[in-house]
């Protein structure tokens, strides 16, 4: 089975800074999916990013990215120039391409709340 | 224009009843699916349908029956409650190899 860590349980960054939150994934499989969902107070679950494992290239969004490294089996997102709507909890999920019944879902990580110091 | 949408938003309710929670979907997409968020923030997959029929079941007690009437639609009924069935409960949909768009939660809490 699959598992996702999210190894810091809480960050903090200063406005206009730049942050890295991490996550590592335990997988056998050669092809998959990777995503950073955020949730903030809300609680709606707002897709940031996302990273496909056959792509080399590391997705972009605007001031989010990734460090996919797959072979470490780590997806790090970074946030440049952090504003304070950036403050929420941040997950990282994975999952399998389709193709079986238990490949649709998503498992998550445990989260890390950033917070954004003005 | 809301996406994927959840009624109620809130649902307070006595152990041992039965509730129902409602999703519905305007993406067009043929996968949905049921989550739990517990009080620690941890998300869990329940359940899932592709094109009305059940696919993915995790170890969910008996007590949570799912029910897709159509494509757009997944309804969640709880019967008999318990305290720890109180969390956030949320419902996603998606395309197939595609990200999954997540409703707004229904917070449940049973006393």
Not at chain 2, 17 to 24: G, P, R, V
């Given at each position: ?9 809480e ?23 990777l995503?950073w ?6 609680r709606?679950?707002?897709l ?39 403050a ?8 399998s ?22 | ?68 009437p ?14 720890g069935d ?14 999954q768009?997540f ?6 809490t049973?006393?």
């Amino acid at each position: 089975a699959q598992t996702v860590t999210q190894s810091q349980p809480e960050m903090s960054v200063q406005e206009a800074e730049t942050v890295t939150l991490s996550c590592t994934y335990d997988t056998s499989e050669s092809d998959y999916y990777l995503f950073w969902y955020k949730q903030p107070p809300s609680r709606q679950m707002i897709l940031v990013i996302r990273q496909e494992a056959y792509k080399q290239q590391n997705a972009t969004e605007n001031r989010f990215s990734v460090n996919f490294q797959k072979a470490a089996k780590s997806f790090s997102l970074k946030i440049s120039d952090s504003q304070l709507g950036d403050a929420a909890m941040y997950f990282c999920a994975y999952r399998s391409p389709s193709g079986g019944g238990s490949n649709y879902k998503l498992t998550f990580g445990k989260g890390t709340l950033l917070t954004v110091n003005p | 224009d809301t996406a994927v949408s959840q009624t109620p938003k809130y649902l307070v309710t006595q152990m041992g009843n039965d509730k129902s929670i409602k999703c519905e979907q305007n993406l067009g997409h043929d996968t949905m699916y049921w989550y739990k968020q517990d009080s620690k923030k941890f998300l869990k997959i329940m359940f899932s349908y592709n094109n009305k029929e059940l696919i993915i079941n995790e170890t969910v007690p008996n007590r949570f029956s799912p029910k897709s009437p159509d494509k757009a639609h997944l309804n969640l009924h709880i019967n008999s409650l318990e305290l720890g069935d109180s969390a956030v409960y949320f419902c996603a949909s998606s395309q197939v190899n595609h990200e999954q768009y997540f409703g707004p939660g229904t917070r449940l809490t049973v006393t």
